[in-house]
């Protein structure tokens, strides 16, 4: 099942939230949802759990929009939004068990149904208590099993790592591999750029409403070449060495750290090994020649300015 | 799995879930409890010292204590748990809870519906157990077993219309400064209308039934009293699912139905009610009421949203028929203010009518027709004009400040101006004039000049339909344009 948004866009009287978004999600797919605060990643969960209909553009299940026919999303898309659990006066199972009930689950299945969720969520052992005497991550959990009751081929998640303690936090991971290995597709985001990194298979980072980037974690990380950093360990006078190097061509930010010089470096593969070149047949003797390995959160930073709409 | 297993599962299947999730909250909630215990109390206390109250037997002192009880179970059922019901809708609205529903199979009726009954299940539960402690004022004297029965029943119907408005005001109650707003509106208008009807129910115990409603009408006044509330809370009921309903789903198709035949059943209760009393002017009071009324919606008309979204487009019917009469009450600014108009000219049609007939020219020395022209008629203009006045200021001037949804702030303020400014500029300039009431649809009353007032109001009217001429068409093309396609 592919879950497909085309030119997608959302303006709030003068203020355009989300512009043109192009991207898909497949079954078992965990895809990170990136970008600064105000960046339009909530309106675009929302616009793609139906809660709002965007300004112009499709979001299409196998090629059906849901916006003209909202009840398909209802039917395969699960929703996790920003906010935890207001009802406090249910407990555990009752919140579950309404939701359920809204989604016209026949009792006898909804009973086994419920059951076997919170067993899966872990939530058996609090099943009757009331919600408001939860943790944070507790409600999450239960936010979440209420986002699965109905079965989706897609869970759309917004923060669900938001405010929650290291032990949730490894278990939230552990359940998005586990639900990842029955084949849902999972949109997820969140801040926490380096557990997204651990458990994604691509990633979609977009500032201002418009999209950046989108693809595997390793395509991202890899293409963006424009400001990588070299490590390089010379044998020798660190001192002489760093005054050889400053004078090379796309060579920025140099820094000795211990036994290394590191810097931003500006070209291609092809440049790198000109410079490699370079050092070797000037009789300098290194040890180490290598770039620093890119990861999410430096790639953001680089590709982000950090503004909002 | 046995018999009564499936049956049970049955019925749990057709249980709204609304009704189980908002009757496990109260019956947990320390609030029910409390005010049942604390209103029961009242009533054992009251009608215990009544009770001992030796004397009390050989005067008319029951109907003060069936009274007393009456209002004490009324304001449980017809202020208390309507009031907590809109003020409980009205948080889960502020908190956006009730968001995650829509992303269910469950409807926006299926919520108000499910608000509705168990609010008026906990009513009938509070209603039942006052009940046999109203019943024991029989052993005092001056009580009517009949007239306290239908006090009840009169009662639930009320009580019923009562939480259904409470639940619209919660409903509304979006943000901050509007969730105030209204509900203080909300609050007012409840607590008028309890003290309003306590009257009228003391009444009915000191006088009987028969003095009450009109002598020899009283099954009669009872049906139109119970199919009016009725029909005002299903109106109600549609409003407030409106209100919630996701913007771009088609909202206004049944708000639009439920008025229309609000509509006609007010038609024909005045009808009847003309032909069995041979008076007339029951048709005059109906023709103000659905004219202020519908005047009143113009205001909600201009603030829909002035495109066929794609929800909408999805279910306009086929065939040129059916797709014009769909533009009238689907989802759409233009389209609900063509229904309107077509109501208002219906209205007025059948008070021309009925004016025609022998007998039924004139009413204290004046003509019906023309005071219903005057006063209906330009209220309709006025408020048209400013409506329509409204969405060209919010189109042209504000469109990126103020949504659509919010027109009607726009239409009233500008009313307001439009009413104080001349005033003050009146003053500024030492202009005493009662002209410069003009601009204000409340004065129409006040000033004698009638027909310069007509003739304001449909000016004004028409400079709005003028300068909004094309958005409307824009409207009609688009709608048609989707129908075909």
């Known amino acids: 099942m592919i879950l497909s948004v085309k030119n997608l866009c959302k303006n709030f009287a003068d203020t355009q939230a989300v512009k043109r978004l192009n991207f898909q999600l497949s079954g078992g797919d965990i895809t990170g949802f990136v970008g600064p605060n105000g960046a339009g990643k909530t309106t675009t969960l929302r616009m793609m759990a139906s809660i709002e209909e965007p300004s ?9 929009s849901i916006i003209s026919n909202p009840e398909l999303a209802r039917e395969k898309i699960g929703f996790v939004p920003d906010t935890l659990p207001t009802q406090d006066d249910m407990t555990v199972f009752e ?48 936010s979440i099993a209420r986002s699965l009751i109905h079965d989706p081929a897609f869970i759309l998640m917004d ?43 691509s990633t979609l980072i977009i500032e201002q409403g418009a999209m950046l980037k ?26 002489e060495f760093s005054n050889f190097m400053i004078l090379l061509p796309g060579v920025e930010n140099l820094v000795v750290n211990g036994k290394f010089v590191e810097f931003d470096f500006a070209g291609s593969d092809d440049d790198a090994f000109i410079l490699l070149k370079e050092i070797v047949s000037s009789d300098r003797k290194i040890t180490e020649f290598r770039f620093r390995q890119q990861n999410l959160e430096s790639v953001f930073m680089n590709i982000t300015k950090g503004e909002v709409q | 799995m046995t018999a009564l297993d499936n049956i049970i599962d049955r019925c749990d299947e057709r249980i709204n879930p609304i009704i189980v999730k908002e009757l496990r909250q109260v019956v947990r909630g320390k609030f029910f409890w409390g005010v049942l215990i604390l209103f029961l109390g009242f009533q054992c206390v009251v009608l215990s010292l009544s009770l001992a109250d030796q004397g009390s037997r050989y005067n008319n002192s029951g109907q003060e204590t069936l009274m007393f009880l009456y209002g004490v179970l009324f304001l449980a059922s017809f202020a208390v748990i309507p ?58 004297s001056g009580v009517d077993l009949w007239s306290t029965f239908i006090m009840i029943l009169l009662g639930l119907v009320v009580s019923a219309a009562g939480t259904m408005f409470q639940i619209c005001i919660g409903s509304l109650a979006r943000e901050g400064g509007s969730m105030v707003l209204f509900r203080i509106a909300g609050l007012f208008f409840q607590v008028m209308m309890f003290f309003s009807l306590m009257s009228i129910s003391s009444e009915m115990v000191r006088y009987g039934l028969d003095r009450t409603f009109s002598s020899g009408y009283l099954y009669s006044s009872i049906a139109t009293f119970v199919t009016f509330i009725v029909s005002g809370t299903y109106l ?36 009847y009610w003309a032909v069995v009393s041979s008076n007339f002017e029951v048709f005059a009071v109906w023709g103000f009421m659905a004219s202020y009324v519908l005047s009143m919606a113009c205001l909600v008309a201009i603030s829909e949203r002035d495109f066929v979204t794609e929800r909408v487009a999805r279910e306009i019917p086929a065939g040129i028929i059916k797709g014009r009469i769909a533009f009238l009450f689907f989802s759409g600014a233009a389209g609900g203010l063509a229904w309107i108009l077509i109501l208002q000219i219906l209205t007025f049609a059948i008070v021309l009518l009925v004016t025609g007939l022998p007998g039924a020219t004139a009413y204290s020395g004046r003509s019906i027709l023309s005071d219903f022209v005057l006063y209906s008629g330009s209220f309709y203009c006025y408020l048209l004009g400013y409506s329509l006045l409204a969405a060209f200021i919010r189109r042209v001037f504000v469109a990126d400040h103020i949504d659509i949804r919010n027109t009607w702030v726009v239409a009233l303020l500008t009313c307001a101006v439009f009413s104080i400014v001349p005033i003050l500029a009146g003053g ?51 709608f048609y344009r989707e129908m075909d396609a």
Request: with cysteine.
């Open chain 1, 56 to 64: 112009s553009g499709s979001i299409e299940l196998d090629g059906h």
């Open chain 1, 214 to 239: 989108f693809g595997s974690i390793e395509e991202i990380t890899e293409n963006d070449v424009s400001h990588r950093r070299l490590i390089i360990r010379p044998l020798g006078s660190l001192e």
């Open chain 1, 95 to 142: 919140y579950i068990d309404f939701f359920a009930r809204a989604y016209a689950i026949k009792p006898a299945r909804r009973r086994v149904l419920v059951h076997d969720l919170m067993e899966f969520t872990n939530l058996l052992g609090i099943r009757e208590k009331l919600l408001s005497a939860l943790s944070k991550g507790m409600k999450q959990r239960v």
């Open chain 2, 83 to 140: 009031i907590y019901s809109g003020f409980r809708f009205s948080r889960e609205r502020n908190e956006g809870s009730d968001e995650l529903l829509f992303i269910t199979t469950i409807t926006p009726q299926t919520i108000i519906w499910g608000k509705f009954a168990a609010a008026f299940l906990v009513i009938l539960l509070i209603n039942s157990a006052f009940a046999p402690f109203m019943a024991m004022t029989f052993f005092l």
């Open chain 2, 236 to 271: 109600l009921y549609h409003a407030a699912a409106a209100v919630v309903a996701p913007a771009a789903t088609n909202r206004m198709l049944p708000v639009r139905v439920a008025a229309t035949i609000l509509w006609l059943v007010t038609l024909l209760m005045a009808g």
């Open chain 2, 428 to 478: 500024v300039m030492g202009m005493g004039s009662e002209d410069l009431l003009i601009a204000n649809p409340l004065y129409v009353s006040a000033v004698r000049r009638t027909d310069s007032v007509l003739l304001f109001a449909a000016s004004l009217a028409v400079i709005g339909l003028v300068i909004n001429a094309a958005w409307i068409a824009r409207q009609f093309k688009e």
């Open chain 1, 159 to 201: 923060e669900p790592a938001a405010g929650l303690d290291p032990r949730a936090r490894i278990e939230l991971r552990e359940l998005l591999r586990v639900l990842s290995r029955q084949g849902k597709g999972i949109l997820i985001s969140s801040h926490i750029l380096s557990e997204l990194s651990e458990i994604c298979s």
